[in-house]
C-alpha cells in the first residue's frame, strides 16, 4: 500500500527557510515521480516541484525557482523540498503526491489532475 508523510511545516517569518520532508513506503520508490502541491486557503491547489526517482530530473513551477530545491534521499525513501526567501504569498499547506511514471508529469498534468497518490500535508505559514 503507497504510503506518505510529509511534514516540517512551521511559521517562520518572512525571509526564512524551511525543509519538509516526504516519507514513502509501501512501494517501489524509484518507479515512481514525487510531486510537492500546495494549497491556500481560497486558492486552487497548485503543482510547485517535482522529482523523478529513477533518473534526479527536477522541475519547478515560476512561482519557486530560485528559492525552493527539491531532493531525494534514495535510501530513506523521502523527499525533501527546501524553501528559502519565503514571503507570506508561500502560506500554504502543502501536500506530497506520487505518481507511478519514471519521469516527471508535465505542470499541466500535475495542476490538473494532482497524484495519483496523496499524503497528508503539512502546514506552511509565513509572517510578515
Known amino acids: 500500500e503507497v504510503q506518505l508523510q510529509a511534514s516540517g511545516g512551521g511559521l517562520v517569518q518572512a525571509g526564512g527557510s524551511l525543509k519538509l520532508s516526504c516519507a514513502a513506503a509501501?512501494?517501489?520508490?524509484?518507479?515512481?515521480?514525487i510531486s510537492w502541491f500546495r494549497q491556500a486557503p481560497g486558492k486552487e491547489r497548485e503543482g510547485i516541484s517535482c522529482i523523478s526517482i529513477s533518473d534526479g530530473s527536477t522541475n519547478y513551477a515560476e512561482s519557486t525557482k530560485g528559492r525552493f530545491t527539491i531532493s531525494s534521499d534514495n535510501a530513506k525513501n523521502t523527499v525533501y523540498l527546501q524553501m528559502s526567501s519565503l514571503n507570506p504569498e508561500d502560506t500554504a499547506v502543502y501536500y506530497c503526491?506520487?505518481?507511478?511514471?519514471?519521469?516527471?508529469?508535465?505542470?499541466?498534468?500535475?495542476?490538473?489532475?494532482?497524484?495519483?497518490?496523496w499524503g497528508v500535508g503539512t502546514q506552511v505559514t509565513v509572517s510578515s
Open positions: 509501501g512501494f517501489p520508490f524509484e518507479d515512481y515521480a
Open positions: 503526491g506520487a505518481d507511478p511514471v519514471r519521469e516527471c508529469p508535465d505542470f499541466r498534468v500535475l495542476n490538473s489532475h494532482g497524484a495519483d497518490y
